[in-house]
């Protein structure tokens, strides 16, 4: 049972993480954490990828306040590419659109890249993070005009 709701969400879980950190290993450990935690307090309350985003997104938010650091890109090595030239031109884009999103204000940024990477629905988005449904979508709809804009900007 558990293995079942670790699959379907680990990868998920760790794709809101890097995209809020852009630090593969502090992503996995949080990743790690998060699952432990949810096994630990709340197995027995049935699979809920919400309340696991909560304890992910709050073990973050812990994170940057113990450390008292912003959370920003920093590029990673995981290993060599078939294609180098495809695989660096994949790389010069997630980093643009990184950076951009840190041009974002936090409350964006996170909402944004919770939506972009949890496959949460707006409902659970809201429940994840104390709003309503509707001020998700229009917040959702607003960072993703301002992220497009950014990179509008770079690009051009």
């Known amino acids: 049972m558990f293995n079942t ?3 379907a969400h680990k990868e998920r879980l760790f794709g809101y993480l890097l995209r809020k ?3 593969y290993h502090l992503a996995a450990d949080i990743v ?3 699952f432990t935690r949810y096994l630990e307090q709340y197995a027995d309350k ?3 990828p919400a309340l696991l985003f909560t304890i992910g997104r709050n073990l973050l938010l812990d994170h940057v306040r113990k450390n008292k650091t912003t959370v920003s890109y920093v590029e ?3 290993g060599q590419a078939v294609d ?3 695989m660096y031109q994949v790389q010069e884009d997630v980093k643009q659109v990184v950076l951009a999103m840190q041009q974002l204000d936090e409350d964006e940024r996170d909402i944004l890249a919770m939506v972009a990477s949890s496959g949460l629905s707006y409902r659970e988005v809201a429940y ?3 709003n309503s449904e509707a001020n998700i979508k229009v917040k959702v709809h607003r960072a993703r005009v301002k992220l497009k ?3 509008k900007g770079h690009l051009s």
């Open 32 to 34: 790690q954490e998060s």
């Open 128 to 130: 994840v993070t104390g």
């Open 21 to 23: 950190t852009g630090n």
């Open 46 to 48: 049935g699979d809920n």
């Open 76 to 78: 990673d090595e995981h």
């Open 149 to 151: 804009n950014i990179l």
């Open 84 to 86: 180098q030239e495809h």
């Open 5 to 7: 709701f670790y699959t």
